[in-house]
């Protein structure tokens, strides 16, 4: 049912014209308030999939946990404040409905007291509201082979490491702007809050690929530098789930991908709302365009959490290479060390200016190996500014929530 009203008192400012159609009204409300269940699920997924879990870590592993942790921590109160926006954008269409709709009743009563002095009845005035139309499904989804590919990785094992590229599985928004007809909903957001695809295992591989490696010369090792190499240079530093950076750097990426819908949803109402107008089609206007833009900005700083996570992970696939190689060498050059000592067991002692010349050489890959190791470090650090990424949107949100928070429904619609 559409409606034109000259409003002159109740609770409209006299002599301004507003035109509503109910019908239309109530779609952007449900598609509102779809988007609200959007961004519900999007948290959700946040906070279970976007984070580096708990377990046994190695140092570097270790300096990733809380940084992660206090990413999704930033997005979790993000996105609560963009619940809190699009529940006030789905509650204001609905109250300005019934502030309307009060408005005409109480038009048609005085209008059915002076038909009844004059000898007439009118029917009771039919509420819109008994049979709402019914939003249709949303015109586009995530397509059956969004998320297959890793966000970060590609290597073969210990011998080809360094062989893969970062997958791009960015795609545009689905159908923001043009060709509107009527209030539809663009695009499902939740569709694209697939499982993310795991991280490479070359970490695992080169734990796994290292034992056998220098399993039967360590000790030699032990001897001769003081320490385990295995111990220093593998396991205390590279211990825990690898994969799971690859797959936290993924679910920031399909999240980010999921805001993008929902903003391009919220920013298509104003352009399909035709027939409602006056101030408060337009105060509607102008908020959930705001909206839509600060959901914007809060994927792009999705998009650059999954960024640094997926440094990360390509500095890793890098150091972990050239490890690889040098464990090879560092091997070798024991297992020489050991042969031509001709060694008689466990705890004998080689000496000798070969020998010392060897350990200079194994020395020196070992520093080559820490290097490797402090350049995975330095991304981990740069992961730091996941918070500057993530803390500018928070807080635009934070204060548009405070802001719509504050509106009421006559203030809304008046």
Same mark, same amino acid.
């Given at each position: 049912?559409?409606?034109?009203?000259?409003?002159?008192?109740?609770?409209?400012?006299?002599?301004?014209?507003?035109?509503?159609?109910?019908?239309?009204?109530?779609?952007?409300?449900?598609?509102?308030?779809?988007?609200?269940?959007?961004?519900?699920?999007?948290?959700?997924?946040?906070?279970?999939?976007?984070?580096?879990?708990?377990?046994?870590?190695?140092?570097?592993?270790?300096?990733?946990?809380?940084?992660?942790?206090?990413?999704?921590?930033?997005?979790?109160?993000?996105?609560?404040?963009?619940?809190?926006?699009?529940?006030?954008?789905?509650?204001?269409?609905?109250?300005?409905?019934?502030?309307?709709?009060?408005?005409?009743?109480?038009?048609?009563?005085?209008?059915?007291?002076?038909?009844?002095?004059?000898?007439?009845?009118?029917?009771?005035?039919?509420?819109?509201?008994?049979?709402?139309?019914?939003?249709?499904?949303?015109?586009?989804?995530?397509?059956?082979?969004?998320?297959?590919?890793?966000?970060?990785?590609?290597?073969?094992?210990?011998?080809?490491?360094?062989?893969?590229?970062?997958?791009?599985?960015?795609?545009?928004?689905?159908?923001?702007?043009?060709?509107?007809?009527?209030?539809?909903?663009?695009?499902?957001?939740?569709?694209?809050?697939?499982?993310?695809?795991?991280?490479?295992?070359?970490?695992?591989?080169?734990?796994?690929?290292?034992?056998?490696?220098?399993?039967?010369?360590?000790?030699?090792?032990?001897?001769?530098?003081?320490?385990?190499?295995?111990?220093?240079?593998?396991?205390?530093? *590279? $211990?825990?789930?690898?994969? !799971? /950076?690859?797959?936290? @750097?993924?679910?920031?990426?399909?999240?980010?991908? =999921?805001? &993008?819908?929902?903003?391009?949803?919220?920013?298509?109402?104003?352009?399909?709302?035709?027939?409602?107008?006056?101030?408060?089609?337009?105060?509607?206007?102008?908020?959930?365009?705001?909206?839509?833009?600060?959901?914007?900005?809060?994927?792009?700083?999705?998009?650059?959490?999954?960024?640094?996570?997926?440094?990360?992970?390509?500095?890793?696939?890098?150091?972990?290479?050239?490890?690889?190689?040098?464990?090879?060498?560092?091997?070798?050059?024991?297992?020489?060390?050991?042969?031509?000592?001709?060694?008689?067991?466990?705890?004998?002692?080689?000496?000798?200016?070969?020998?010392?010349?060897?350990?200079?050489?194994?020395?020196?890959?070992?520093?080559?190996?820490?290097?490797? *190791? $402090?350049?995975?470090?330095? !991304? /981990?650090?740069?992961? @730091?500014?996941?918070?500057?990424?993530?803390?500018? =949107?928070? &807080?635009?949100?934070?204060?548009?929530?405070?802001?719509?928070?504050?509106?009421?429904?006559?203030?809304?619609?008046?």
């Amino acid at each position: 049912m559409q409606r034109q009203v000259k409003a002159g008192g109740r609770p409209f400012t006299e002599g301004i014209t507003m035109e509503v159609d109910y019908a239309e009204l109530a779609l952007v409300g449900q598609v509102v308030t779809r988007q609200q269940g959007h961004v519900t699920a999007i948290r959700a997924y946040v906070m279970n999939t976007c984070g580096i879990p708990s377990g046994e870590m190695g140092l570097l592993l270790q300096a990733v946990y809380p940084l992660s942790a206090a990413a999704v921590s930033l997005g979790g109160r993000a996105l609560r404040a963009v619940e809190s926006v699009v529940e006030w954008g789905a509650r204001a269409t609905h109250d300005t409905v019934d502030a309307y709709l009060a408005a005409d009743v109480a038009a048609h009563q005085d209008f059915s007291r002076v038909m009844a002095e004059l000898g007439e009845s009118l029917r009771s005035y039919p509420d819109p509201r008994e049979i709402p139309p019914t939003l249709g499904g949303a015109q586009s989804r995530a397509a059956s082979t969004y998320g297959e590919m890793p966000a970060w990785g590609g290597g073969e094992g210990l011998k080809n490491l360094f062989g893969g590229s970062l997958a791009d599985a960015q795609e545009g928004v689905s159908g923001w702007r043009g060709g509107s007809v009527g209030v539809v909903e663009r695009s499902d957001a939740s569709s694209y809050l697939v499982l993310p695809h795991p991280g490479e295992t070359f970490v695992d591989d080169l734990r796994r690929g290292a034992a056998p490696l220098l399993g039967s010369v360590d000790w030699l090792a032990e001897q001769l530098l003081g320490f385990s190499i295995l111990e220093e240079c593998i396991t205390t530093p *590279l $211990s825990g789930d690898w994969q !799971a /950076i690859g797959s936290a @750097a993924g679910g920031w990426s399909h999240a980010g991908r =999921a805001l &993008r819908e929902v903003a391009g949803n919220l920013s298509q109402l104003p352009e399909q709302v035709t027939t409602w107008q006056g101030r408060a089609a337009d105060a509607f206007r102008a908020t959930i365009l705001t909206v839509s833009e600060a959901v914007v900005g809060l994927s792009a700083a999705c998009d650059d959490v999954s960024g640094l996570l997926s440094a990360i992970g390509s500095v890793a696939q890098e150091a972990c290479a050239l490890i690889a190689q040098l464990l090879e060498l560092i091997a070798e050059k024991l297992l020489r060390l050991a042969l031509e000592a001709s060694v008689p067991g466990v705890g004998g002692v080689v000496t000798g200016g070969d020998t010392l010349s060897g350990v200079r050489e194994i020395r020196g890959w070992v520093t080559k190996i820490n290097r490797a *190791l $402090s350049l995975i470090l330095d !991304a /981990i650090e740069g992961f @730091a500014d996941a918070r500057e990424k993530l803390l500018p =949107a928070v &807080r635009v949100l934070e204060d548009l929530a405070e802001y719509v928070g504050q509106k009421t429904a006559g203030s809304v619609v008046s």
